[in-house]
């Protein structure tokens, strides 16, 4: 699946805090869909895979560009 925006701040939502987790939280760049924009605050569907820093969710994939500093990464 093609990369389609890039979160900053991001951090994961772990299982029982979301009906959708685990999923990521963040702020979006560069939504190719054109959905949000640069700067939103987005919860992402469902993690299905990932690979490095790069997340595939049910519906999209995205890359995480920086970590939330006060959360921590499950």
Do not use: H
Request: with cysteine; charged share 25%; aromatic share 12%.
């Amino acid at each position: 699946m093609k990369i389609i925006g890039t979160l900053k701040n991001a951090y994961r939502v772990p299982q029982g805090l979301d009906p959708r987790a685990p999923c990521l939280y963040g702020q979006v760049y560069g939504d190719t869909k054109g959905r949000f924009r640069d700067g939103d605050w987005i919860t992402t569907s469902t993690i299905m895979s990932e690979e490095g820093n790069e997340f595939r969710t049910r519906f999209s994939a995205y890359r995480v560009d920086s970590w939330a500093s006060d959360k921590v990464a499950a």
